[in-house]
């Protein structure tokens, strides 16, 4: 698991890409074999919306993940604050 963790940690940006490919194709792929009726320009917009929730679910859990490592790191310190002289 630790292996992963660090994977994703090392390539961020090339995780969530992958993901958001991953959740068009998937969507894509669940309209055309739920619905035959919809347009394809229809079924992509919608493959597009789904992947952005999900991309802003990834991102959003990745933000707290890293807000929560970094509390986690420095428990007991103040924040670092400039004294004027």
Do not use: F
Not at 3 to 16: C, E, G, T
Not at 24 to 34: H, M, N, T, V
Not at 50 to 66: K, P, R
């Amino acid at each position: 698991m630790e292996a992963i963790q660090s994977w994703v940690s090392d390539h961020k940006l090339s995780s969530i890409g992958a993901l958001w490919a991953s959740a068009i194709g998937g969507s894509l792929a669940y309209s055309r074999a739920r619905s035959t009726t919809m347009k394809p320009s229809l079924k992509l917009i919608h493959a597009r919306m789904h992947a952005q929730a999900i991309t802003l679910a990834v991102l959003s859990g990745a933000a707290v993940y890293h807000y929560c490592q970094n509390q986690a790191g420095r428990p007991n310190e103040q924040k670092d604050t400039i004294h004027a002289p």
